[in-house]
């Protein structure tokens, strides 16, 4: 039985996904009855006697501030565990610590930046080896298998395309093969999509983003209702020791508290924004898997609740008409980074995705062109406006006489 369920009710029911939020592993203090889980800032624990204590020894172990946000992150997923880290790549690092030299790891081609980096300059030093795939062909990744595989690592929705792979399918392919398989749940959050249903095995967050939802604290979780990967895992999170501090932990808790209500909104707003460029003569392609014209808009419909706050688009007139986007929108500000309550801008072949290389990048679609909207809890007609005031500015001569067709992401 998970947390999430073992959560009940005074009807002895299991809480729903905001109560849950609001109350998972955030009981009243037991010795001061505080409402709100206070910040245990402190590096270490008092023994009862020699080999006793109350639960807590030494804070990169457990901290109580950490404890309750690793039972919310893992009631939310509907899992057995959650263990927190000081940020996404952390929680990255802890999970690929899983593997040895030797080992063979399919990943989806279109992954954010940072766990390219990570997985090509750090794990291959290590004698770990990687296959990059199209992951919305199922088959691909079955091909990819080869005799030293050992875990499949996928994002749904990908940062910055907005693919989706099929979970359900891939994970019978990862059970037929013993393979460990994890998923980046960054962008739909649990709130819109809960990978461990669908098959996967580990779940891993950049609470930075929406979890903790106002862009003021770095922060990654680990999610897995897997009784020997828990251990592994967190034997790894102890032994490397990249954890959270207990203030960091405080702050995502609480952004945790208003996920639902947030990511309602943050959907509505990105539906509208899609809308729009979809229409506007100087977009050339728009991924939004909310969008009916998306190709995997079923297969979204079928494995989430929702649609998310990202939407990505491609200006027409490539890197300079980009430019002049990103850096002439006011209330999108140029930031990397995504899922707080202001509106971001990015450019991901400059800025988040910069560590792949330009063929790489190319090859799956970042091209020079492409923008990545993180729509914020703005009034959307205010986040419209913003926008239209630049995109004509961008591509007047490209577009000028020019009969409009919109062209979607394959």
């Known amino acids: 039985m998970s947390?999430?369920?073992q959560t009940k009710t005074c009807t002895n029911k299991p809480l729903r996904f905001a109560t849950a939020?609001?109350?998972a592993g955030q009981e009243?203090?037991?010795?001061?009855g505080a409402l709100i889980t206070p910040i245990y800032q402190t590096a270490t624990y008092v023994l009862e006697e020699l080999g006793k204590n109350r639960g807590y020894q030494y804070a990169r172990t457990h901290n109580p501030t950490r404890t309750a946000l690793e039972q919310c992150i893992a009631a939310l997923e509907n899992a057995k565990y959650g263990l927190a880290s000081a940020s996404g790549l952390a929680a990255a690092s802890t999970v690929l610590n899983l593997l040895s030299a030797g080992d063979h790891v399919i990943c989806g081609e279109d992954v954010y930046g940072g766990v390219y980096r990570l997985f090509e300059r750090v794990f291959k030093r290590y004698n770990v080896s990687f296959t990059y795939v199209n992951a919305r062909n199922v088959g691909e990744i079955e091909r990819a298998v080869q005799p030293n595989t050992k875990l499949v690592w996928l994002e749904?929705?990908?940062?910055p395309l907005l693919r989706l792979a099929d979970l359900q399918a891939?994970?019978?392919i990862t059970r037929h093969h013993n393979l460990i398989f994890v998923v980046d749940n960054t962008f739909a959050t649990p709130y819109f999509q809960r990978p461990l249903e669908l098959g996967a095995d580990i779940v891993v967050h950049s609470t930075t983003k929406y979890i903790s939802g106002h862009s003021d604290v770095i922060g990654g979780a680990i999610v897995t209702s897997n009784d020997a990967l828990y251990e592994d895992l967190k034997f790894y999170q102890n032994a490397v020791g990249a954890v959270p501090g207990p203030f960091d932990c405080f702050l995502i808790l609480r952004g945790a508290k208003t996920l639902s209500a947030r990511l309602r909104e943050h959907e509505r707003n990105a539906t509208a924004i899609a809308a729009f460029l979809e229409e506007h003569p100087s977009i050339e392609t728009v991924y939004y898997p909310g969008l009916k014209s998306h190709p995997q808009h079923d297969l979204a419909k079928k494995q989430m609740s929702g649609f998310g706050g990202?939407?990505?688009c491609v200006?027409?007139?490539?890197?300079e008409a980009a430019r002049d986007v990103v850096n002439g929108t006011q209330l999108f500000q140029l930031a990397e980074s995504l899922g707080g309550v202001k509106s971001l801008i990015c450019h991901p072949a400059s800025m988040t995705h910069a560590p792949i290389p330009k063929e790489v990048r190319e090859h799956c679609g970042i091209v020079d062109g492409l923008i990545r909207l993180s729509v914020g809890l703005e009034d959307a007609e205010d986040l419209i406006e913003d926008l239209e005031a630049v995109l004509p500015k961008a591509n007047t001569a490209s577009v000028k006489g020019e009969k409009k067709e919109v062209v979607h992401a394959g």
Do not use: Q, R, Y
């Open 315 to 319: 200006v027409k007139g490539g890197l």
């Open 28 to 32: 009243a203090d037991p010795v001061t």
């Open 156 to 159: 749904s929705p990908t940062n």
């Open 21 to 23: 939020a609001i109350h």
């Open 3 to 5: 947390k999430f369920e």
């Open 170 to 172: 891939v994970s019978e």
């Open 310 to 312: 990202v939407v990505s």
